[in-house]
């Protein structure tokens, strides 16, 4: 399957990806939810040293509810989210589900902060939540 490619909505943003994801999952926690302006956040983690980025990406980092420090990556040009880092888990990236250029392959393995969850995002009940 890799390399995984991807990019913001403008193009401006584009990345490569020589591995596997390791872990795709939904993140319905507030911060998610208010980040991609929807019930959640779609993302899968790959180890850092594996993905490639070209074009500038913007940073905006807020404390996470694990204490950790979460840093939010957009596109300056367009504002799509792209990809994520946490000082908790400072070898990977988390990288937006749709920026994919083939977003179906995309498969999420789990939801988590569902409790913070909204009534209107339904997401697969066969998925484990946490
Ligand atoms: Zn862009
Ligand atoms: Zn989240």
Known sequence: MPPLTGSCACGAVRYSITTEP????????????????TGHASLFVVP????????????????ADDGATISRGFCPHCGSPVLGKS???????????????EPALFKPQKVVFSASGQAWDYVDPALPMA
């Open 22 to 37: 390791a872990f795709s999952f939904h993140c319905q926690c507030h911060q998610c939810q208010r980040a991609s302006g």
């Open 48 to 63: 850092k040293n594996s993905v490639s980025v070209e074009g500038e990406v913007k940073f905006y980092a807020q404390t």
């Open 87 to 101: 000082t908790g888990y400072p070898d990977v990236l988390m990288i937006t589900a749709a920026s994919l250029d």
